[in-house]
T-cell receptor, first 116, second 112 residues
Framework: GAVVSQHPSRVICKSGTSVKIECRSL??????MFWYRQFPKQSLMLMAT?????????EQGVEKDKFLINHASLTLSTLTVTSAHPEDSSFYIC????????????FGSGTRLTVV | ELKVEQNPLFLSMQEGKNYTIYCNYS?????LYWYRQDPGKSLESLFV?????AVKQEGRLMASLDTKARLSTLHITAAVHDLSATYFC????????????FGKGTKLSVKP
């Protein structure tokens, strides 16, 4: 089945630094990828939709200058948390949709970000 | 505003008992997804329901979809401790870009 690889699984960074999270579709080409954030004991909230070769679409309330998304190829999307602060600490999960199987969504393993 | 409502949000069950988790949604959709999440982990796909009347079963879990009522159910039969997890339903709204809208999740605890 479809596999989405997400790295790193855990990262601890200092306040003010930037962190990059990668999301790769391993056995299919994903023209669209999704980035979610999950706070403890809460549901997943969509942050942005990443489209290959074009600008990402951000959800209301998500700062596009803080959460930079790049979808430079059909198999890779990256999320960069810039100038991270403790309130950015969260579980970030990416998802990709196989365009050949329109209803199929595959989730990455998630990245636990802790900003100290 | 699109809403996906799950209930209950917390469920404590005894092993061997049956129970149902409900997922109501407020928009037109023919696609409903159920996921399991263990603590500290990402989502594990359980079921994808793609049409009205769809019913799928895997082990002790059975999911169904009624698109007219905008309701999906996840039925647990003879619960075992290994089923303890948080269960999410998610809706793929018709005409959307394809992003899923999630319910708040149901935290299931199965006790001996």
């Amino acid at each position: 089945g479809a596999v989405v690889s997400q790295h790193p699984s855990r990262v601890i960074c200092k306040s003010g630094t930037s962190v990059k999270i990668e999301c790769r579709s391993l056995d299919f080409q994903a023209t669209t990828m999704f980035w979610y954030r999950q706070f403890p004991k809460q549901s997943l909230m969509l942050m942005a939709t990443s489209n290959e070769g074009s600008k990402a679409t951000y959800e209301q309330g998500v700062e596009k200058d803080k959460f930079l998304i790049n979808h430079a190829s059909l198999t890779l999307s990256t999320l960069t948390v810039t100038s991270a602060h403790p309130e950015d600490s969260s579980f970030y999960i990416c998802s990709a949709r196989d365009p050949l199987v329109g209803w199929s969504y595959t989730f990455g393993s998630g990245t636990r970000l802790t900003v100290v | 505003e699109l809403k996906v409502e799950q209930n209950p949000l917390f469920l404590s069950m005894q092993e061997g008992k049956n129970y149902t988790i409900y997922c109501n949604y407020s928009t037109t959709s023919d696609r409903l997804y159920w996921y399991r999440q263990d603590p500290g982990k990402s989502l594990e796909s359980l079921f994808v329901l793609l049409s009205n009347g769809a019913v799928k079963q895997e082990g002790r879990l059975m999911a169904s979809l009624d698109t007219k009522a905008r309701l999906s159910t996840l039925h647990i039969t003879a619960a075992v401790h290994d089923l303890s997890a948080t269960y999410f339903c998610a809706v793929d709204p018709a005409g959307s870009q394809g992003n899923l809208i999630f319910g708040k999740g149901t935290k299931l605890s199965v006790k001996p």
